[in-house]
């Protein structure tokens, strides 16, 4: 089998189109009154994005070292204003 090069290798990660897995590094804060959500900080696994860093709102139990599949990585959640945790 011929070797693939590294030009293919990255259109492979160009073209990728699928959910994109990322992993939670950080619970960063909770949202609303009653704590339906939090927003996480997670590192992109696969795709055009591989390696980089976002913030993202969740709804629903997370915890540090959860795999999230995200349809996009190009939007980012803004900061969260006020309380902490």
Request: hydrophobic share 35%.
């Amino acid at each position: 089998m011929a070797k693939p090069s590294k030009n293919s290798e990255k259109e492979n990660a160009e073209s990728y189109a699928g959910p994109f897995p990322a992993k939670v590094m950080e619970i960063a804060g909770s949202m609303g009154t009653r704590e339906g959500g939090r927003q996480v900080r997670v590192k992109v696994l696969a795709g055009r994005d591989n390696g980089k860093i976002i913030r993202r709102n969740v709804l629903g139990p997370v915890r540090i070292g959860d795999i999230l599949m995200l349809n996009e990585t190009e939007i980012e959640a803004s900061p969260l204003k006020g309380r902490k945790r």
